[in-house]
């Protein structure tokens, strides 16, 4: 039996381990924010947190998680208040088809922990979701804001 | 199923109804150009519903696949209504069945899907009428509860003024009253261009919250009752079939419950699924055991009847072209004024086929049983779709009921019904609803992609500089393909005769060579202008620089800077304006600073192109290392959409079109090789990260008074010829052959 957190409730899984945990929000925990895009941690789609790692949950077998604490899109805001990073992509209208977005959240709010006053340069060396729709110019602006919104905040 | 009725008022086109204590009005399918892929059968435009509360919901047709319809469209309304529209909801109107003219049932499409890039233009006018209709309507209600005439009363974002009284209703107040008035004949009169306050205002996308919290929005989050999973085997040849399949192991897995053979239809049979490929699918209680199962199928696969080679196809074509062609166009003597040229340059330029790759691969829930049909699919032609699995389930086309949802990116790939058709077959084949998922790889190796070809330009020049003779003499795959008949037309969908620089050359002439492939190819962003314009756009620059000439100078003398219409016999027609092209051009090349000195490593390019009616010029900044490697620092860009109906969706339109074609011509290619395509996931195609991307889009818009026209595809064709102009300018090589990858580094 694997045991482990999902947006503060807890899961018990005792099916096949080497599903990957993508599948098990999407379809065991109908979770639907979290996307897959290429299923071999190329494109950045279905990221999460994992113990407040941003991870492709596409790569990650649900058997390793024993203990995990799992945040996908659906748990980033607090309270109802949404997180930093969701309101830089409102005031920076950053989506297109929108498809890869929650996988970009996921990866700037753990990216601003790491780097709370980025340079494009630190945005370039460490964001690699991928954008068919090429919305990289306001990722990067909101990526920017955030990092106001968060400092301002405190 | 909801049915409406929908037989429209006689003396207006609008339908006006009483809905719930509120007020809908329904505007018929809004003309327009239409795309060749276009639907016909359609009839509800889309509708705006005033409710008691005062909230105003406009639905809006087609599907959203990313190109911001479903906030540009209810702006137009909006805009005529008289509503603030930051409080206006949007919908996706489904695509339904209803009553039509006397009552009978008819299929309600919508404008086109989404193709061509036609949203905007063909609702500009149908989309404001709606709204001066519902308000026209809530005057008249107000007018009745005051007792005053409609022309002592005033609207202002939602609400109806009496100024002489101070007296005021707001339109959820009347919108009961107002669904019991009617419309005059003919058409309403509408703000001139200069009082709009919504119309050519950026708007914010409607949709942004519930993408940014995770909304399940898209299709691939549908959920159906009792659905079943499936995934499909495909064949990996290309035309490729099923020789033998062991599915014991499958089978044996707990939770899987069916196992279908998909056939590959023959030649000529059911045209409508020309494209299906052979392939087993497997249907289980969850998507991840149908997965697993997939795996432990055995298939033995008989390759296609040709072990088609890319490379030595291409190899072939090159060969073909110091031949003679199909001359599709002359204008002039293009032989004789070549031989009385004082200088000739020449050039050949190369591009491949390219994947359209949607970040979310193609899924469908189909449900056929008896004669109660349902698709939910993030498709861009629901009209299609209702059509083919109509013909699958053996049913009345009425009785499809197909729910567009968002789509995760579309470029052209959901014109293509091929899921849609799988789902319908297994579920029909398994008497119960099944949701099917593709794969990455799926994806990648069953695509109809963009067609690759290479281009053989022929330029002469008199002793002053003028270009006296052209000839673009392209070898590509058509877009149209296991069409036997065809082989005359295949031309028609890859060369477009009135594009610059005809008409503006005296002899010219297009002449075509077909490659064959057997890999499916399809309407991908901008079709034929992104190669086209590569080529194009590249050999301007090659004759301006063997000439001696200014890139920009020489474009602007094939131009001329006079406002006329030429010919545009093509979609985006039936006129362009080069003059217009000219005013873009400029503006760009102003803004850019075109013409100073640029340290060394740097380079800057210049490309334009006209298509679907918008006219784009853009300016590509690029720095060289000494090593090769290269970064595109800034591109500026100027377009004429004619009225900019939403100045922040076409901002963003161009940003990611920029960004979108930087992606293609930095890295992407589809190669073939033992018939079989050999990219499979984002590790061997290229797609590009932020890293490489441009993060200074400085776009200009250029309103010249022209008709409104739109912005989805437009922006991608000038993109990668102003790069390589750009890398040309930097460092004297000349990059002919797509994608650059690191050719400046050999
Ligand atoms: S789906 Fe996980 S990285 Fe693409
Ligand atoms: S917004 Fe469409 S893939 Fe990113």
Same mark, same amino acid.
């Given at each position: 039996?694997?045991?482990?957190?999902?947006?503060?409730?807890?899961?018990?899984?005792?099916?096949?381990?080497?599903?990957?945990?993508?599948?098990?929000?999407?379809?065991?925990?109908?979770?639907?924010?979290?996307?897959?895009?290429?299923?071999?941690?190329?494109?950045?789609?279905?990221?999460?947190?994992?113990?407040?790692?941003?991870?492709?949950?596409?790569?990650?077998?649900?058997?390793?998680?024993?203990?995990?604490?799992?945040?996908?899109?659906?748990?980033?805001?607090?309270?109802? !208040?949404?997180?930093?990073?969701?309101?830089?992509?409102?005031?920076?209208?950053?989506?297109?088809?929108?498809?890869?977005?929650?996988?970009?959240?996921?990866?700037?709010?753990?990216?601003?922990?790491?780097?709370?006053?980025?340079?494009?340069?630190?945005?370039?060396?460490?964001?690699?979701?991928?954008?068919?729709?090429?919305?990289?110019?306001?990722?990067?602006?909101?990526?920017?804001?955030?990092?106001?919104?968060?400092?301002?905040?405190? | 199923?909801?049915?409406?009725?929908?037989?429209?008022?006689?003396?207006?086109?609008?339908?006006?109804?009483?809905?719930?204590?509120?007020?809908?009005?329904?505007?018929?399918?809004?003309?327009?150009?239409?795309?060749?892929?276009?639907?016909?059968? $359609?009839?509800?435009?889309?509708?705006?519903?005033?409710?008691?509360?005062?909230?105003?919901?406009?639905?809006?047709?087609?599907?959203?696949?990313?190109?911001?319809?479903?906030?540009?469209?209810?702006?137009? @309304?909006?805009?005529?209504?008289?509503?603030?529209?930051?409080?206006?909801?949007?919908? %996706?109107?489904?695509?339904?069945?209803?009553?039509?003219?006397?009552?009978?049932?008819?299929?309600?499409?919508?404008?086109?899907?989404?193709?061509?890039?036609?949203?905007?233009?063909?609702?500009?006018?149908?989309?404001?009428?709606?709204?001066?209709?519902?308000?026209?309507?809530?005057?008249?209600?107000?007018?009745?509860?005051?007792?005053? *005439?409609?022309?002592?009363?005033?609207?202002?974002?939602?609400? @109806?003024?009496?100024?002489? +009284? $101070?007296?005021?209703?707001?339109?959820?107040?009347?919108?009961?009253?107002?669904?019991?008035?009617?419309?005059?004949?003919?058409?309403? #009169?509408?703000?001139?261009?200069?009082?709009?306050?919504?119309?050519?205002?950026?708007?914010?996308?409607?949709?942004?919250?519930?993408?940014?919290?995770?909304?399940?929005?898209?299709?691939?989050?549908?959920?159906? *009752?009792?659905?079943?999973? =499936?995934?499909?085997?495909? +064949?990996?040849?290309?035309?490729?079939?099923?020789?033998?399949?062991?599915?014991?192991?499958?089978?044996?897995?707990?939770? @899987?419950?069916?196992?279908?053979?998909?056939?590959?239809?023959?030649?000529?049979?059911?045209?409508?699924?020309?494209?299906?490929?052979?392939?087993?699918?497997?249907?289980?209680?969850?998507?991840?055991?149908?997965?697993?199962?997939?795996?432990?199928?055995?298939?033995?696969?008989? #390759?296609?009847?040709?072990?088609?080679?890319?490379?030595?196809?291409?190899?072939?074509?090159?060969?073909?072209?110091?031949?003679?062609?199909?001359?599709?166009?002359?204008?002039?003597?293009?032989?004789?004024?070549?031989?009385?040229?004082?200088?000739?340059?020449?050039?050949?330029?190369?591009?491949? %086929?390219?994947?359209?790759?949607?970040?979310?691969?193609?899924?469908?829930?189909?449900?056929?049983?008896?004669?109660?049909?349902?698709?939910?699919?993030?498709?861009?032609?629901?009209?299609?779709?209702?059509?083919?699995?109509?013909?699958?389930?053996?049913?009345?086309?009425?009785?499809?009921? &197909?729910?567009?949802?968002?789509?995760?990116?579309?470029?052209?790939?959901?014109?293509?019904?091929? *899921?849609?058709?799988?789902?319908?077959?297994?579920?029909?084949?398994?008497?119960?609803?099944?949701?099917?998922?593709?794969?990455?790889?799926?994806?990648?190796?069953?695509?109809?992609?963009? #067609?690759?070809?290479?281009?053989?330009?022929?330029?002469?020049?008199?002793?002053?500089?003028?270009?006296?003779?052209?000839?673009?003499?392209?070898?590509?795959?058509?877009?149209?393909?296991?069409? =036997?008949?065809? =082989?005359?037309?295949?031309?028609?969908?890859?060369?477009?005769?009135?594009?610059?620089?005809?008409?503006?050359?005296?002899?010219?002439?297009?002449?075509?060579?077909?490659?064959?492939?057997?890999?499916?190819?399809?309407?991908?962003?901008? #079709?034929?202008?992104?190669?086209?314009?590569?080529?194009?756009?590249?050999?301007?620059?090659? &004759?301006?620089?063997?000439?001696?000439?200014?890139?920009?100078?020489?474009? %602007?003398?094939?131009?001329?800077?006079?406002?006329?219409?030429?010919?545009?016999?093509?979609?985006? $027609?039936?006129?362009?304006?080069?003059?217009?092209? !000219?005013?873009?051009?400029?503006?760009?090349?102003?803004?850019?600073?075109?013409?100073?000195?640029?340290?060394?490593?740097?380079?800057?390019?210049?490309?334009?192109?006209?298509?679907?009616?918008?006219?784009?010029?853009?300016?590509?900044?690029?720095?060289?290392?000494?090593?090769?490697?290269?970064?595109?620092?800034?591109?500026?860009?100027?377009?004429?959409?004619?009225?900019?109906?939403?100045?922040?969706?076409?901002?963003?339109?161009?940003? $990611?079109?920029?960004?979108?074609?930087?992606?293609?011509?930095?890295?992407?290619?589809?190669?073939?090789?033992?018939?079989?395509?050999?990219?499979?996931?984002?590790?061997?195609?290229?797609?590009?990260?932020?890293?490489?991307?441009? =993060?200074?889009?400085?776009?200009?818009?250029?309103?010249?008074?022209?008709?409104?026209?739109?912005?989805?595809?437009?922006?991608?064709?000038?993109?990668?010829?102003?790069?390589?102009?750009?890398?040309?300018?930097?460092?004297?090589?000349?990059?002919?052959?797509?994608?650059?990858?690191?050719?400046?580094?050999?």
């Amino acid at each position: 039996m694997i045991s482990f957190a999902v947006n503060g409730s807890t899961h018990n899984f005792d099916g096949d381990e080497d599903m990957p945990l993508l599948w098990f929000l999407r379809e065991d925990a109908q979770l639907k924010g979290t996307k897959f895009g290429c299923g071999i941690a190329q494109c950045g789609a279905c990221t999460v947190h994992v113990d407040g790692e941003a991870m492709r949950s596409c790569s990650i077998p649900v058997g390793s998680l024993n203990g995990a604490r799992v945040t996908t899109i659906e748990g980033l805001a607090e309270n109802g !208040a949404l997180h930093p990073v969701q309101r830089a992509w409102l005031e920076e209208d950053v989506p297109q088809c929108g498809y890869c977005q929650a996988g970009q959240i996921m990866a700037a709010a753990e990216f601003l922990q790491n780097y709370p006053e980025p340079t494009d340069h630190d945005i370039d060396d460490n964001i690699t979701n991928l954008c068919r729709c090429g919305t990289y110019v306001r990722i990067r602006r909101a990526i920017h804001r955030a990092a106001q919104l968060m400092k301002a905040e405190g | 199923m909801a049915v409406f009725d929908l037989s429209p008022d006689r003396r207006t086109f609008l339908k006006v109804s009483a809905v719930g204590g509120g007020l809908m009005i329904f505007a018929p399918q809004l003309s327009g150009a239409k795309p060749a892929e276009a639907e016909g059968d $359609g009839q509800i435009g889309l509708y705006v519903k005033i409710n008691s509360d005062n909230s105003v919901i406009i639905g809006s047709p087609g599907s959203e696949i990313g190109q911001g319809t479903q906030t540009s469209l209810p702006m137009l @309304v909006a805009e005529e209504l008289d509503v603030d529209f930051a409080a206006v909801e949007t919908e %996706l109107m489904p695509f339904l069945t209803g009553a039509g003219e006397n009552g009978r049932p008819q299929q309600l499409a919508f404008t086109s899907g989404a193709g061509g890039s036609d949203a905007i233009w063909g609702s500009y006018d149908g989309a404001r009428q709606a709204g001066a209709a519902a308000r026209h309507l809530i005057l008249r209600a107000a007018a009745r509860r005051f007792d005053v *005439p409609v022309a002592a009363l005033s609207t202002e974002k939602g609400t @109806v003024r009496h100024a002489a +009284s $101070g007296r005021s209703l707001t339109y959820g107040e009347l919108a009961a009253d107002a669904a019991r008035e009617s419309l005059p004949e003919g058409e309403l #009169p509408l703000k001139e261009r200069r009082d709009h306050t919504i119309i050519g205002k950026p708007q914010k996308h409607k949709d942004v919250r519930a993408i940014v919290t995770g909304e399940p929005r898209f299709g691939i989050d549908q959920d159906y *009752p009792g659905a079943l999973h =499936a995934v499909i085997a495909r +064949s990996p040849y290309l035309d490729g079939r099923v020789r033998n399949v062991d599915d014991s192991a499958a089978r044996a897995m707990p939770g @899987v419950r069916h196992i279908v053979a998909i056939a590959r239809p023959g030649p000529g049979e059911n045209p409508a699924l020309n494209n299906l490929a052979a392939g087993v699918a497997v249907v289980a209680d969850s998507l991840w055991i149908a997965m697993k199962a997939r795996d432990a199928l055995r298939i033995d696969w008989a #390759p296609g009847p040709v072990r088609e080679d890319s490379r030595a196809e291409y190899a072939k074509a090159y060969e073909a072209l110091k031949g003679r062609g199909q001359v599709v166009h002359e204008d002039g003597a293009f032989d004789r004024a070549l031989d009385q040229a004082a200088q000739v340059v020449e050039a050949q330029y190369e591009v491949p %086929l390219v994947s359209h790759s949607p970040l979310e691969p193609q899924n469908c829930i189909a449900d056929i049983r008896g004669d109660c049909v349902t698709i939910i699919a993030p498709t861009q032609s629901p009209g299609r779709a209702a059509r083919l699995v109509a013909e699958i389930a053996g049913v009345d086309p009425l009785s499809v009921e &197909v729910r567009v949802v968002r789509c995760g990116g579309g470029f052209g790939r959901r014109l293509y019904q091929d *899921p849609v058709v799988e789902a319908a077959l297994i579920s029909k084949a398994i008497g119960k609803p099944v949701k099917l998922q593709w794969s990455r790889e799926d994806d990648m190796a069953h695509d109809f992609y963009r #067609p690759g070809g290479i281009h053989h330009m022929i330029a002469g020049l008199d002793g002053n500089g003028r270009v006296t003779a052209w000839a673009h003499r392209l070898a590509s795959h058509s877009r149209i393909f296991r069409e =036997a008949d065809a =082989a005359e037309g295949f031309w028609r969908s890859e060369l477009v005769p009135d594009d610059f620089p005809g008409q503006l050359i005296p002899n010219y002439r297009m002449e075509y060579f077909y490659l064959p492939s057997a890999a499916p190819r399809g309407f991908w962003r901008a #079709p034929i202008s992104t190669s086209n314009a590569f080529a194009v756009q590249s050999f301007v620059d090659e &004759v301006a620089a063997a000439s001696g000439q200014d890139p920009l100078g020489l474009r %602007l003398a094939l131009l001329g800077d006079q406002m006329r219409d030429i010919r545009y016999d093509n979609h985006g $027609g039936p006129n362009w304006n080069p003059g217009r092209m !000219a005013n873009v051009v400029k503006k760009a090349a102003a803004e850019a600073g075109w013409g100073e000195n640029l340290p060394g490593g740097k380079g800057r390019g210049l490309a334009f192109h006209f298509t679907f009616g918008t006219y784009v010029a853009q300016i590509a900044d690029v720095t060289v290392q000494s090593n090769g490697s290269f970064k595109v620092e800034r591109v500026v860009a100027a377009a004429d959409c004619g009225i900019p109906v939403n100045p922040n969706g076409i901002r963003a339109q161009m940003e $990611g079109g920029v960004n979108d074609a930087l992606s293609t011509a930095l890295g992407q290619e589809i190669t073939i090789r033992d018939g079989q395509v050999e990219q499979a996931n984002f590790d061997t195609y290229d797609m590009m990260r932020i890293d490489r991307s441009v =993060a200074n889009v400085d776009m200009h818009i250029v309103e010249s008074g022209g008709p409104v026209r739109g912005m989805g595809e437009p922006p991608v064709p000038p993109l990668a010829p102003a790069v390589t102009n750009a890398l040309f300018n930097a460092t004297g090589k000349r990059i002919r052959k797509l994608p650059i990858r690191d050719q400046l580094r050999s």
